[in-house]
Nanobody, 120 residues
Framework: VQLQAFGGGLVQTGGSLRLSCAAS????????MGWYRRAPGKQRELVAV???????NYADSVKGRFTISRDNAKNTVYLQMNSLKPEDTAVYYC???????????????WGPGTLVTVSS
């Protein structure tokens, strides 16, 4: 099983980016999927998560600006980021709790990270 993320890049303040992350492999099902980020000199923090049923949770700093969604048929999670600010600059990591086919419990998988840079 692996996660592959796409969509990072350089954007000006107030701009938008859309991240996507697709899981592949021998997947039975995926429970929670989410996005985390690590800004320079800071610890990794939760950005947003979404359950298989579509329930979401956001960090206070991104509420109203970011939207997380998922396509269960494609094992893919998205993060639409609007009204970007310089403080959103970070490496963004996708995460998924995956039940591998034939296993008895979920395992957390992480994508390699994609850099988002917001210029002032």
């Amino acid at each position: 099983v692996q996660l592959q993320a796409f969509g990072g890049g350089l954007v000006q303040t107030g701009g938008s980016l859309r991240l996507s992350c697709a899981a592949s492999g021998t997947i039975e099902n995926i429970n929670v999927m989410g996005w985390y980020r690590r800004a320079p000199g800071k610890q990794r923090e939760l950005v947003a998560v979404i359950t298989s049923g579509g329930n979401t949770n956001y960090a206070d700093s991104v509420k109203g600006r970011f939207t997380i969604s998922r396509d269960n048929a494609k094992n893919t999670v998205y993060l639409q980021m609007n009204s970007l600010k310089p403080e959103d600059t970070a490496v963004y990591y996708c995460n998924a709790d995956i039940r591998v086919r034939g296993w008895f419990r979920d395992t957390a998988y992480w994508g390699p990270g994609t850099l988002v840079t917001v210029s002032s």
